[in-house]
């Protein structure tokens, strides 16, 4: 969708050259950290063994490539993702409170996985196919009842779509619990793992198919970012502007929850990082979107591999879910952002 906006009127401080430097710098980062991550655990290993005979079935080769790689490179499409959702949410309700685990969408995608992990092996489709289209297909169906109910008198109410979005998730959350009462022992202990988070793989089919889900999601959020810029000065502004916001808002929706439930159908229920991420981001590199989406994919990616590094790191014996670590580092945040703007009022 094209739309004909002034690039003088809405960010125009955003240079080639410091677009270059930003993205250049957080992808330089990104290296270092995926090479401090793979190198740390709860068991040592020679990284420098491991790299140079990839291929002799040693255990450093093993534990690098087979356990810890992929899971960083995960950890990295995830994170990226969830953080892209969280920014155009923000942008998109101009609320800075808004993010995927917050309104819902992340709680309507883990009631889709549920589910599916509840009727595996009773349907004809496998796992791997069906819980990614659970995922997305719940993530969608709360965007839009809390979308439907964020509505008043026919504009879109960012906080009442905000508390919509607090009542979607308690709604999904005891339907969760329901699924799960009826769910047998082991089904019941895979949903309650798979809900608190894990970015757990060795496969790497599975990491190359989260990078294309994610970044087909993220390419279509880029084409917008000059709509989303608009839309930062407000819904009236933006319409004078040329922006068609209600075609805007939908596809911004859609693609939302097209990487919410890719990312929850693969990690499980990870909150905060589509909060923390875009504010960080925003802070040190400004509000425009055409700066701060891409830089908010890479900050993601760095953010959730730390905290998954940390989360396999804490303990020799039992593994801590990420999504524990997240929300240990979200919830203050989350406070914090709270009283910012109840000290500013609320309308």
């Given at each position: 969708m094209n739309h004909r906006i002034d690039d003088r009127v809405v960010a125009a401080h955003l240079t080639s050259r410091r677009f270059g430097l930003v993205i250049g710098f957080l992808a330089v980062l990104l290296i270092v950290v995926v090479v401090a991550c793979v190198a740390v655990g709860p068991v040592r290993i020679d990284v420098i063994r491991a790299l140079s005979a990839p291929n002799d079935g040693g255990i450093d080769a093993t534990i690098l490539?087979?356990?810890?790689?992929?899971?960083?490179?995960l950890a990295i499409a995830v994170g990226a993702g969830l953080a892209m959702s969280g920014t155009v949410?923000?942008?998109?309700?101009r609320n800075p409170l808004a993010e995927p685990h917050i309104l819902g969408v992340?709680?309507?995608a883990a009631f889709g996985g549920v589910m599916t992990l509840f009727l595996a092996g009773?349907?004809?489709?496998?796992?791997?196919?069906l819980t990614p289209i659970g995922s997305f297909a719940g993530a969608l169906i709360a965007m839009l009842v809390v979308y439907r109910l964020g509505i008043v008198h026919g504009r879109l109410q960012p906080y009442t779509f905000l508390l919509a979005g607090v009542v979607c998730n308690a709604f999904t959350g005891a339907l969760i619990m329901t699924v799960n009462a009826m769910a047998n022992l082991f089904q019941t202990h895979g949903i309650l793992f798979w809900l608190m988070g894990s970015l757990t793989t060795t496969s790497y089919p599975l990491v190359a198919a989260s990078f294309v889900y994610i970044g087909f999601g993220g390419a279509l959020l880029l084409r917008?970012?000059?709509?989303?810029?608009?839309l930062s000065l407000g819904e009236d502004s933006a319409m004078q502007l040329g922006v068609d916001v209600a075609a805007v808002r939908r596809l911004g929706f859609v693609v939302s929850s097209l990487l919410v439930g890719?990312?929850?159908?693969?990690?499980g229920m990870i909150g905060f990082v589509g909060l923390i991420v875009p504010h960080v981001t925003r802070l040190l590199f400004g509000p425009d979107h055409r700066l701060l989406l891409p830089a908010s994919a890479l900050a993601g990616g760095i953010f959730l591999a730390l905290a998954d590094t940390l989360a396999r790191s804490i303990s020799s014996t039992s593994e801590v879910p990420v999504g524990v670590v997240t929300a240990i580092c979200g919830g203050p945040f989350f406070v914090y952002l709270l009283r910012?703007?109840?000290g500013r009022g609320l309308v």
């Amino acid at each position: 969708m094209n739309h004909r906006i002034d690039d003088r009127v809405v960010a125009a401080h955003l240079t080639s050259r410091r677009f270059g430097l930003v993205i250049g710098f957080l992808a330089v980062l990104l290296i270092v950290v995926v090479v401090a991550c793979v190198a740390v655990g709860p068991v040592r290993i020679d990284v420098i063994r491991a790299l140079s005979a990839p291929n002799d079935g040693g255990i450093d080769a093993t534990i690098l490539f087979r356990t810890r790689l992929p899971r960083v490179l995960l950890a990295i499409a995830v994170g990226a993702g969830l953080a892209m959702s969280g920014t155009v949410l923000q942008a998109l309700l101009r609320n800075p409170l808004a993010e995927p685990h917050i309104l819902g969408v992340s709680g309507g995608a883990a009631f889709g996985g549920v589910m599916t992990l509840f009727l595996a092996g009773r349907v004809a489709l496998p796992a791997y196919l069906l819980t990614p289209i659970g995922s997305f297909a719940g993530a969608l169906i709360a965007m839009l009842v809390v979308y439907r109910l964020g509505i008043v008198h026919g504009r879109l109410q960012p906080y009442t779509f905000l508390l919509a979005g607090v009542v979607c998730n308690a709604f999904t959350g005891a339907l969760i619990m329901t699924v799960n009462a009826m769910a047998n022992l082991f089904q019941t202990h895979g949903i309650l793992f798979w809900l608190m988070g894990s970015l757990t793989t060795t496969s790497y089919p599975l990491v190359a198919a989260s990078f294309v889900y994610i970044g087909f999601g993220g390419a279509l959020l880029l084409r917008d970012t000059r709509a989303l810029n608009a839309l930062s000065l407000g819904e009236d502004s933006a319409m004078q502007l040329g922006v068609d916001v209600a075609a805007v808002r939908r596809l911004g929706f859609v693609v939302s929850s097209l990487l919410v439930g890719a990312a929850v159908a693969v990690s499980g229920m990870i909150g905060f990082v589509g909060l923390i991420v875009p504010h960080v981001t925003r802070l040190l590199f400004g509000p425009d979107h055409r700066l701060l989406l891409p830089a908010s994919a890479l900050a993601g990616g760095i953010f959730l591999a730390l905290a998954d590094t940390l989360a396999r790191s804490i303990s020799s014996t039992s593994e801590v879910p990420v999504g524990v670590v997240t929300a240990i580092c979200g919830g203050p945040f989350f406070v914090y952002l709270l009283r910012r703007q109840s000290g500013r009022g609320l309308v």
